[in-house]
């Protein structure tokens, strides 16, 4: 069984820093593209940014040069570091994967930038 779980989400004040962990269970993140994305309560989700199998990264305009994705294959567990952390970055964070098809979600972990 696939599964995402998101962690390391809470509160922090402007201009810190936070990494999330979506430790994955069930698949190995090593062969997988995995995203970052958040979203707000009435508002869309959105994409933070993406790795490939290969460990290639994306991200959104709105997070560039303040995130980083990184994996570590032997804990099986992608990351999400946010630096730099605004009061729009306040969302409830969740990873994905696209296996063969098929879309998997973790539960999400609350961040609150405020001071």
């Known amino acids: 069984q696939v599964q995402l779980e998101e962690s390391g989400g809470g509160l922090v004040q402007p201009g810190g820093s936070l990494t999330l962990s979506c430790a994955a269970s069930g698949i190995s993140v090593s062969g997988c593209a995995l995203g970052w994305y958040r979203q707000v309560p009435g508002k869309q989700r959105e994409l933070v940014g993406t790795?490939?199998?290969?460990?290639?990264?994306n991200y959104a305009d709105s997070v560039k040069g303040r995130a980083t994705i990184s994996r570590d294959n032997a804990k099986n567990t992608v990351y999400l570091q946010m630096n730099s952390l605004k009061p729009d970055d306040t969302a409830v964070y969740y990873c994905?994967?696209?296996?063969?098809?098929?879309?998997?979600w973790g539960q999400g972990t609350q961040v609150t930038v405020s001071s």
């Open positions: 790795i490939s199998s290969g460990d290639r990264t």
């Open positions: 994905n994967v696209n296996l063969f098809g098929r879309i998997y």
